[in-house]
């Protein structure tokens, strides 16, 4: 094993060649090959946006040259050849992404946006360049402003491409690069993690992250392993547990024996089913393509019909035929359609910034129009993600304020998971004070804590302390315990002077609007569904708080992808997963739709597609519409441009010159088709006034 220093990507020899598959694709490399495995996306983005700078950049003179007034003594410097000079690079610098997706289209033996684009403005730049001599035949502008356009919307969809390489390298990254090993003598050294073999004993200071999966041989410590299996509450770990490398070890010192390494361990696993799940889909057909797909063969047929029958049957001259033939290309030429999608898509995705809602492409809109099926991760986006306390029963003695004031004396000095929300529930309780300091604290390993304060003995911990000390708790205590665990919290008891005098539970609680956003969905023809890491009892309960039906407990991080997948392929939902931490990632690769709560891990907002920058689960709900409205607006769009062509593509072909004799010019071709460009961008702009229902 080696590693690469720049990326800290792991890669293995073969045939003393270094190696890394990322996505599918294996890639041979040194330092710089790596690095250029995760920066092209944004040389491409580059290469775009200086396109379209040359491309605007020289259309603006063509437009002036050919349409605004010069002075007396300028003319004389205007000619067809300076025009065909700027418009020249345009046509084919610019726009050579057209010339070559339409070789790829006839190679395929279909026919697609591209094809319609690169035709129809070679018919204006050729047409113009045989006419350099007549001003009344230029149509540069019209070539240029149709590339220059298209490739603005093209920027727009291409702006957030390239993140999967980004999730992968950072999900990489939560990996310690070093561990510290112990050797044989006991002494300890550094050594960097590759290094690390199975069956190596490591040991993990307090805060560090642990660097790869095994089992506790020694030490006690909490250990949040909320990024890898989603619970919010941090796990105790004692000799014999087992334990997930990247997750971070809390403040007790462990030694570990290491049982995965390299690509067996739980987050290379995370790592592979994200690249599977990503790799998986194929690119979305836009629906324009989609039509493109039988529109373009038309367009070029009746211009192609509308050349014949007036030069061979009719016996008008080669140029009149030609006329005929340019004026429908350009007719047909898809400026309205370019921006039918893109125009809709941009108002749509400004209005959603504007309600905390950031889309990051016009598939995901296309895409979320269509859910039927929501799926929640239960920590951090339906539940709050930290425990606080949600029950204080007084059993006898004290009143309910004294039993959570001598649980908080307990927990003073506890590092137990739970103490912080015991403490945060008893300010206030002294008088504005502080908790006080017991007199004396022993803690309990697996138990709980034993304590004294004032001259009262407290015992505060599990059901287990009381039988160490042999204190019974009555029928009512159990029933109230009973009912506490049924509810899916954590109920600790307490006992003052050998007697219980109380029952603290706490709990990971429903954040704010979650019951109402589950309702609106349920209205919508939405079901939701919950997944969690957590066990039955505890799932069952906040389901039934959420007011959702549908659920899956006890899943690992490969398993939320795994029902995902389940729910899309055996249920044939179209599946949407809302999420927020890096082990929500592989099901949000897996969904249509990931949906990220934008207070979470940076892995699970770049593996979303919508992310929900106010932490309000009600976004969902706006996201919903927000998308069915902009989806709306795009068939609208396309509708009226589509409508528009095949409406005047016949008067292009010269209908009127049999009634009128009149010739429509290729020059009002391009004035119409600017004018249905106006109309789709109008339409788009209405979506300013989109305001969710909630």
């Not at 920066?39 to 700078?53: C, G, H, M, S």
């Not at 129809?120 to 045989?130: K, P, W």
């Not at 593996?607 to 976004?619: A, H």
Request: glycine letters at 10%.
């Amino acid at each position: 094993m080696a590693s690469d220093p720049v990326c800290g990507m792991f890669v293995e020899a073969s045939e003393s060649i270094l190696h890394a598959t990322v996505r599918g694709t294996t890639y041979y490399f040194c330092s710089e090959t790596c690095l250029k495995t995760f920066t092209q996306p944004e040389r491409q983005l580059k290469a775009l946006k200086r396109n379209i700078a040359l491309a605007v950049i020289l259309s603006v003179p063509i437009l002036i040259l050919e349409y605004i007034p010069l002075p007396p003594w300028l003319p004389v410097i205007v000619d067809g050849s300076i025009l065909l000079v700027l418009a020249t690079p345009v046509q084919f610098i610019s726009g050579w992404r057209f010339y070559r997706g339409t070789y790829d289209a006839i190679k395929m033996r279909t026919s697609n946006m591209d094809v319609l684009i690169a035709v129809g403005t070679s018919a204006a730049f050729f047409y113009s360049a045989i006419n350099l001599g007549n001003p009344g035949g230029w149509y540069f502008d019209t070539a240029t402003i149709i590339i220059s356009l298209i490739l603005i919307g093209k920027l727009l969809e291409e702006f957030v491409r390239g993140k999967a390489s980004d999730s992968v390298r950072k999900l990489l990254a939560l990996q310690p690069p070093t561990a510290t090993r112990i050797r044989a003598d006991g002494t300890e050294e550094e050594v960097p993690l590759q290094e690390v073999a199975v069956d190596d004993v490591l040991l993990v200071k307090p805060g560090e992250k642990l660097p790869t999966d095994g089992v506790v041989v020694e030490g006690h410590s909490s250990v949040d392993e909320k990024m890898v299996t989603g619970e919010s509450i941090p796990v105790e770990k004692g000799a014999g547990n087992t334990v997930i490398g990247a997750t971070v070890n809390g403040t007790g010192s462990l030694k570990i024996r290491t049982t995965r390494v390299g690509s067996d361990t739980t987050l290379s696993k995370i790592i592979k089913v994200v690249e599977e799940a990503q790799a998986s889909k194929g690119p979305i057909e836009r629906l324009a393509n989609r039509v493109a797909t039988y529109f373009v063969p038309v367009v070029i047929g009746a211009a192609l019909v509308s050349f014949g029958l007036w030069t061979y049957i009719a016996g008008e001259p080669i140029s009149f035929g030609f006329t005929t033939a340019v004026a429908v290309l350009i007719i047909a030429c898809p400026c309205a359609l370019g921006l039918a999608t893109p125009a809709a898509v941009v108002t749509g995705a400004g209005k959603g910034a504007e309600n905390g809602i950031l889309i990051k492409g016009g598939e995901y809109l296309e895409r979320m129009q269509k859910i039927d099926t929501i799926v929640f991760d239960k920590t951090g986006t339906l539940t709050k993600g930290k425990p606080s306390v949600t029950d204080v029963v007084k059993l006898s003695g004290l009143t309910e304020s004294e039993v959570i004031q001598m649980a908080a004396v307990a927990e003073k000095q506890s590092e137990h998971p739970l103490a912080s929300a015991i403490l945060e529930r008893a300010k206030g309780e002294f008088g504005g004070k502080g908790v006080p300091d017991p007199d004396s604290f022993e803690s309990i390993t697996g138990q709980g804590i034993k304590a004294s304060y004032n001259g009262r003995e407290l015992v505060f911990g599990n059901t287990k302390i009381l039988d160490t000390f042999k204190i019974a708790l009555d029928d009512e205590g159990k029933q109230k315990m009973s009912a506490l665990r049924k509810d899916g919290k954590t109920a600790m008891v307490l006992a003052v002077n050998g007697e219980v005098a109380g029952i603290v539970a706490a709990a990971d609680t429903l954040k704010d609007h979650v019951v109402d956003t589950v309702n609106r969905l349920k209205l919508m023809k939405i079901e939701p569904v919950m997944l969690t890491g957590d066990n039955g009892e505890t799932a069952a309960a906040i389901a039934r708080q959420a007011g959702i039906e549908k659920y899956f407990a006890e899943v690992l991080p490969t398993g939320k992808a795994d029902a995902v997948k389940r729910l899309q392929k055996e249920e044939h939902r179209t599946v949407a997963m809302v999420g927020d931490g890096i082990n929500d990632a592989p099901a949000l690769a897996q969904a249509d739709v990931g949906i990220a709560m934008g207070s979470g891990s940076d892995i699970a907002v770049e593996t979303g597609g919508m992310i929900l920058m106010r932490d309000d689960v009600r976004d969902v709900v706006s996201g919903i519409q927000l998308s069915r409205k902009v989806m709306g607006k795009v068939k609208q769009n396309l509708g009226w441009a589509f409508g528009y062509n095949i409406a005047l593509i016949p008067v292009a072909a010269g209908v009127l010159y049999l009634a009128t004799g009149v010739l429509l010019n290729p020059i009002f071709a391009a004035v119409a088709m600017a004018l249905s460009s106006v109309s789709v961008t109008t339409n788009s702009l209405t979506l300013r006034r989109f305001k969710p229902k909630l």
